[in-house]
């Protein structure tokens, strides 16, 4: 694109235009795209139900562990291995252990870990303690075993052996043991409340996806199942497990429903720091005062109740709101339709009269009314605009056709109205210096077709009435009639007018103004030209020559 181009998309803008299109096939495609978005609007209001009001859910969960189990010779019920609530709507079920038994607070070796194990009491620092110490540094290096020596602690003796879980664990029967989770929830909007434990349920059942899917008793084997672990290598070293309880209430009468669902996964990452374990101690005081404990080390499943749920309710306001943003998207349609005429445009169909006939329809130019002219010739059908600054004759300049919707611009301030000048006979000073060019050349009257034209230096007064060689029309007597005769003249200004005195002295000066608008509205056929339609130079003397000044120093030569 050159310099020109440039500056002229910088001074350019484009405004919308509607064109109605009389096409079946258009109004059909207009149709179908409106009805497919009105159909889709139905579709989102209703499966996302945008005519319901909204309230986030209350809730509070209770848990009962059910189970025995026997091993190790040893008896286990709920008292021991379901441990007391470590946080909120949470459970822990033990499903392994490590017992390091009769410990007394005394000193003995450390277990042989790097930093524990010793050569000489040089390498054990009193006082010292290490992260993974169990006790105190008494500063001397002592006999672990038969092969290991170990800095001597002050601690809880004997120490804990840092060993691994056992496996299989030692309460993997422990998958069989069942959990009652009640769950009360509460929507304040609403104010409503309901439970996942209703009045009629059957405690005896236990919880299957299919068969049972609102009960609220559950296995914890299946907990694992549906949350796609093995409950026996998860109870080795013990895990995180979720218990999702979503309720999606629709509380409207007619179509009431709120029931939980439920929804399994695991929450402690598996490959990097699987598993759950803490130490507890029980307690005992000797005969002789001493007192004396069992560690216990514990591996176990956690199961974290999580609670989510929306109630909903039929809201008009809602339902109003969210129609009125989704009817902004029927401007789509007309873009739907705008693009396809678009793309059809530049294929083998922009050849087509419809898309001419479109093109022309649809897309006007608006241009400075100071920088055009229209001329009209009788012996052609249409009106020719032509851009200025002249540079030959306005007879021979080059111009475009202007359809019967010609071009319309925009009302500059600077213009004048036609009565409130003398327009035709004072128009230099308004079009400025670019229609002062003159004819260098003597042979300047080749411009004139019909032999009534006067001689004139200037390029944008030498405009004839015809483009080839013919009789001038002011010798018709259509001009006679409609642009030179007095009674016609004087009765369209009384029309205007009906107090006006034809008597006046400046009476010449209105006839010969509004003869100058009867040719134009006469032969332009429109009065959007009007600012810038040029009368031909014989018409124009003619009018001049019935219609006299007082004084002949006529200098323009259009009409405002």
């Given at each position: 694109?050159?310099?020109?181009?440039?500056?002229?998309?910088?001074?350019?803008?484009?405004?919308?235009?509607?064109?109605?299109?009389?096409?079946?096939?258009?109004?059909?495609?207009?149709?179908?795209?409106?009805?497919?978005?009105?159909?889709?609007?139905?579709?989102?209001?209703?499966?996302?139900?945008?005519?319901?009001?909204?309230?986030?859910?209350?809730?509070?969960?209770?848990?009962?562990?059910?189970?025995?189990?026997?091993?190790?010779?040893?008896?286990?019920?709920?008292?021991?291995?379901?441990?007391?609530?470590?946080?909120?709507?949470?459970?822990?079920?033990?499903?392994?252990?490590?017992?390091?038994?009769?410990?007394?607070?005394?000193?003995?070796?450390?277990?042989?870990?790097?930093?524990?194990?010793?050569?000489?009491?040089?390498?054990?620092?009193?006082?010292?303690?290490?992260?993974?110490?169990?006790?105190?540094?008494?500063?001397?290096?002592?006999?672990?075993?038969?092969?290991?020596?170990?800095?001597?602690?002050?601690?809880?003796?004997?120490?804990?052996?840092?060993?691994?879980?056992?496996?299989?664990?030692?309460?993997?029967?422990?998958?069989?043991?069942?959990?009652?989770?009640?769950?009360?929830?509460?929507?304040?909007?609403?104010?409503?409340?309901?439970?996942?434990?209703?009045?009629?349920?059957?405690?005896?059942?236990?919880?299957?996806?299919?068969?049972?899917?609102?009960?609220?008793?559950?296995?914890?084997?299946?907990?694992?199942?549906?949350?796609?672990?093995?409950?026996?290598?998860?109870?080795?070293?013990?895990?995180?497990?979720?218990?999702?309880?979503?309720?999606?209430?629709?509380?409207?009468?007619?179509?009431?429903?709120?029931?939980?669902?439920?929804?399994?996964?695991?929450?402690?990452?598996?490959?990097?720091?699987?598993?759950?374990?803490?130490?507890?101690?029980?307690?005992?005081?000797?005969?002789?005062?001493?007192?004396?404990?069992?560690?216990?080390?514990?591996?176990?499943?956690?199961?974290?109740?999580?609670?989510?749920?929306?109630?909903?309710?039929?809201?008009?306001?809602?339902?109003?709101?969210?129609?009125?943003?989704?009817?902004?998207?029927?401007?789509?349609?007309?873009?739907?339709?705008?693009?396809?005429?678009?793309?059809?445009?530049?294929?083998?169909?922009g050849k087509s009269s419809f898309y001419k006939i479109f093109n022309r329809k649809k897309f006007e130019t608006m241009l400075d009314p100071r920088q055009v002219l229209y001329v009209s010739y009788i012996d052609e059908p249409h009106v020719t605009l032509i851009k200025?600054?002249?540079?030959?004759?306005?007879?021979?300049?080059?111009?475009?056709?202007?359809?019967?919707?010609?071009v319309k611009f925009c009302d500059a301030g600077s213009w004048r109205t036609s009565e409130s000048n003398e327009n035709h006979d004072n128009e230099e000073s308004e079009l400025g210096q670019p229609l002062r060019q003159r004819v260098s050349s003597p042979d300047g009257?080749?411009?004139?077709?019909?032999?009534?034209?006067?001689?004139?230096?200037?390029?944008?007064?030498?405009?004839?009435?015809?483009?080839?060689?013919?009789?001038?029309?002011?010798?018709?007597?259509?001009?006679?009639?409609?642009?030179?005769?007095?009674?016609?003249?004087?009765?369209?200004?009384?029309?205007?007018?009906?107090?006006?005195?034809?008597?006046?002295?400046?009476?010449?000066?209105?006839?010969?103004?509004?003869?100058?608008?009867?040719?134009?509205?006469?032969?332009?056929s429109c009065f959007d030209l009007e600012d810038r339609a040029v009368i031909p130079n014989c018409c124009r003397w003619k009018i001049r020559d019935t219609y006299p000044k007082a004084v002949h120093n006529y200098t323009g030569f259009n009409m405002e």
């Amino acid at each position: 694109m050159d310099v020109q181009g440039c500056l002229d998309s910088v001074s350019q803008y484009s405004s919308p235009k509607y064109v109605r299109i009389q096409s079946p096939v258009c109004g059909c495609v207009q149709i179908v795209f409106y009805a497919t978005l009105a159909l889709s609007i139905c579709c989102i209001v209703f499966i996302h139900r945008l005519y319901q009001e909204t309230d986030e859910i209350n809730s509070s969960v209770r848990t009962s562990v059910k189970g025995v189990a026997y091993t190790n010779n040893r008896i286990w019920d709920t008292a021991e291995y379901a441990i007391p609530v470590q946080g909120v709507n949470s459970f822990f079920v033990m499903t392994n252990i490590i017992t390091t038994e009769n410990q007394i607070e005394h000193t003995c070796p450390e277990y042989p870990f790097v930093k524990a194990i010793c050569s000489s009491d040089k390498s054990c620092e009193k006082g010292s303690v290490d992260i993974h110490s169990h006790g105190i540094k008494t500063g001397r290096c002592v006999n672990y075993n038969a092969t290991t020596k170990t800095c001597e602690v002050r601690a809880w003796c004997p120490v804990e052996s840092m060993e691994s879980p056992p496996k299989p664990a030692v309460l993997r029967s422990s998958e069989d043991f069942t959990v009652l989770i009640k769950n009360n929830i509460h929507f304040p909007k609403f104010d409503y409340s309901t439970l996942n434990f209703p009045p009629n349920v059957n405690t005896s059942c236990t919880y299957n996806k299919i068969t049972s899917p609102f009960c609220p008793v559950f296995r914890l084997g299946d907990i694992l199942q549906e949350a796609k672990e093995n409950f026996s290598e998860v109870a080795v070293k013990g895990g995180i497990i979720a218990i999702e309880i979503n309720w999606d209430c629709n509380l409207d009468r007619w179509f009431y429903n709120c029931r939980p669902k439920y929804g399994f996964y695991r929450l402690d990452d598996r490959k990097t720091t699987p598993g759950l374990h803490f130490r507890y101690a029980r307690y005992y005081k000797l005969p002789d005062g001493r007192e004396q404990r069992t560690l216990f080390k514990v591996y176990g499943i956690r199961f974290d109740v999580l609670v989510f749920g929306t109630g909903r309710k039929f809201n008009a306001i809602e339902l109003i709101k969210n129609l009125g943003s989704m009817i902004s998207y029927i401007g789509l349609v007309a873009w739907a339709i705008e693009f396809v005429l678009w793309v059809g445009s530049y294929s083998h169909f922009g050849k087509s009269s419809f898309y001419k006939i479109f093109n022309r329809k649809k897309f006007e130019t608006m241009l400075d009314p100071r920088q055009v002219l229209y001329v009209s010739y009788i012996d052609e059908p249409h009106v020719t605009l032509i851009k200025m600054p002249l540079k030959t004759s306005l007879q021979h300049a080059e111009g475009s056709i202007v359809e019967s919707h010609p071009v319309k611009f925009c009302d500059a301030g600077s213009w004048r109205t036609s009565e409130s000048n003398e327009n035709h006979d004072n128009e230099e000073s308004e079009l400025g210096q670019p229609l002062r060019q003159r004819v260098s050349s003597p042979d300047g009257q080749k411009w004139c077709c019909c032999g009534k034209c006067r001689p004139t230096p200037m390029y944008h007064e030498q405009l004839c009435c015809r483009r080839k060689k013919g009789q001038c029309i002011t010798t018709s007597y259509g001009f006679q009639q409609l642009v030179l005769s007095r009674d016609t003249l004087k009765k369209a200004l009384l029309y205007k007018d009906p107090f006006m005195d034809l008597m006046d002295d400046d009476i010449n000066n209105k006839l010969r103004h509004l003869a100058y608008k009867q040719y134009i509205h006469w032969h332009f056929s429109c009065f959007d030209l009007e600012d810038r339609a040029v009368i031909p130079n014989c018409c124009r003397w003619k009018i001049r020559d019935t219609y006299p000044k007082a004084v002949h120093n006529y200098t323009g030569f259009n009409m405002e």
